[in-house]
């Protein structure tokens, strides 16, 4: 469990100590930017909305490398706002890290993973360098990091409920933020919202996301003239790739709105409107008998309360030799989301472990038959989107300022990080009923040129 | 759990019903054997040590319809000790079977489960007919019978305890009957009494036993030069093809005495004695270094309230870039093992779940990126495995009588049917450390010629 009120009493009587040191310190005052020798984005960044605190005092100093300390001694340089560096003991920093205000050290103090993605967001921070590899840092400190800093961040909040109306809610906030900004730099035409699949790393990102849908159609067996359903379409390109190439008829569910807009116009383009249907509802109104159930990235969104009840979801509607398909995001053990995503990219997302997604299968006796764990493949989707995003940048600017673009960007780099360091994992799992013997003596088809 | 203590005086008040019933009925008398129109084997054994009870009675008609009635009337003919057979109604009889003891009714309404493997191996129940077909039939019909049945099945006994010493106590009863016999049976020359792979059906056991030991081999990325250690090693032909074929260097633990002298013999007369070391000793006792972890067959005699040590073991075993293999039993939700097999087969037995298996990776954080399930392999195994052992039955006769004869039979034909059922499963776990991204891109490794 991600709360421990036990550690609540502790927490909030550091956060007092804090809090009155800052009371008799200092008053935020006017950023000197004179005094730090930057220049370029970071300069303009800084010089922004959040410009205004007076000189680093010592206790100033004294708190970063407190800070620092309690990160382990990363290879990192903090710049303060008027310029002064501290730099841990006997460290080659890598990554020069502005902070432009001084009431963003207490908040890092406090709670790290939630705070910094604010502080990068509103500009208050700038990294200097590769932002993906002091990320990844960042992870390997959040995970070797002291008792008080773990104490602080125990006191996240838990995510959003995923009740029907929460799960439109929750959806909304992140889909239909416009299509044509995701077209700016997801895969065309299928617009898939997911990781890709790199049998061969020097794939494009269209290479890869035919290689993941064909690699998702095989692993299912699929066949002409079946009946699939899909819960959680997005922009609904697997539907339309299954009916077109694997000669099937689709059912696709999803809640967001302009998603399944945009999957209706492009199945009628492509004259699938016969063996393509878009329902836009929740996966727990599905109805019908299915040979094929599929979930490609919606189970993150799901919540494990709700798993059980997805499971039965799939025992009503999968026929006695069917085969289903769920692909997610996960964890190695039980964590919450990191806080700051949680919060400001994905309410109410939480990647689960195989421990908890049993729920799922085990009270209907699902027999699980395949599962990969494809983490590296998202790194490099992932690493594709953020490039993309960036050779967009100027298209992006003429719809979002950037209070968008920074935490997007943040967003981007740190899922790499989370993928390269481990942290997240993607699971495809296969499972059918328990008696079905029509079952690939191998998974050779997979790999079939 | 598999305890029901709550329900436990409802059973033994059922219990002294029928017991109450069989005083208030007849004694135990002879067999009459001529009113028995049978012939061959059958007979044989029917007129052996159990012969002895006197006509059937309504009541014990009555009480072969409610058995058959609360194993839903399966295409069964009970043929009871005096000739009289008893059809359910409307049923096409697949099967003969043949009660050779008036209490045999009632042991098997007590706990079918437990009950028909002793019948069946003291001769006083016999089976007509093909009889992996009909323990397939039984193994739905117990899935799917009454509660009564299930309340007394539910009296079962707790498997034996995996400590140290309980683990030589289990592991002796079952693998130090003595290699000879299994030698009948099992491949040459690697004798390996676990799940073959044949990626095609119509394989010799030899080269399925050789194909599962290349995937094995596959998937831990085995290179020239690395150091393997085995937990569980059994007659040691996974580490001897290991070092023999992909060049490694193997630990094998073992705690079966026979077993781990027949592994050295061979390694020796296969000059392997430099590169394969058999040690006997628990896996709890492994020490040092190695790139890779692999155990066959082992996990089913651990028990899960080990899971979280035997992860402990592999965590301080294996290196930080090391791959680690588990193949192993297992079971789509919680349950024991057959009584009767746990009993008289494999004391402490448990195949366990994924859910419970994650006791061995998550307090470590392992990361796992594959799991193949290999059901049917294994009833296929087992159907070579059963075909050998009845091919050979002359030489077992000569060392072994009909009491060891028979149950040997019906667990190798019960576990067919348990594994075409869909009642046991066949997991073959690839794990690494979090943090290793010397990960291959797909799994197409594994399928080249």
Sequence with gaps: MCHKGRAASKISRIE???????????????????????????????TGAHAGTGPATDFDRWLVRTLLNNLGDPPFSIVLW?????????????????IGK???IYKLLIDPELEFGDLYSSGTIEVEGD????????????????????????????????TLSGSRHNTQHHYDIGNAFYELWLDKPAMQYSCAYFPDPAMSLEEAQVAKMHHVCRKLGLRSGQTVVEAGCGWGGLARFMAKHYGVTVKAYNIAHEQVTYAREHAAREGLGESVEYIEDDYRNIRGNYDVFVSIGMLEHVGPEQYRELGGVIDRTLKDRGFALIHTMGRNREMCMNPWIEKRIFPGAIPPTLRQMMDIFEPWAFSIIDIENLRLHYAKTLEHWLARFEDHLDEVRSQYDESFIRPWRLYLAGSIAAFTTGSLQLFQIVFTRPKNNELPWSRAHLYKP
Aim: hydrophobic share 35%; aromatic share 4%; with cysteine.
């Design 16 to 46: 007092r100590q804090i809090r009155g040191y800052r009371m008799n310190d200092h008053k935020l005052d006017a950023l000197n930017l004179s005094a730090l020798n930057r220049q370029g984005s970071a300069r303009q960044t800084l």
């Design 102 to 104: 001084r009431n963003a």
């Design 131 to 162: 932002l993906v590899r002091f990320l990844e840092t960042g992870y390997d400190c959040l995970a070797g990091r002291g008792k008080i800093s773990r104490w602080l961040s125990a006191l996240r909040r838990r995510p959003r409920a995923n």
């Design 82 to 98: 008027d310029g002064q560096t501290i730099t841990p003991p006997g460290v080659t920093p890598q990554t020069r890290v502005l």
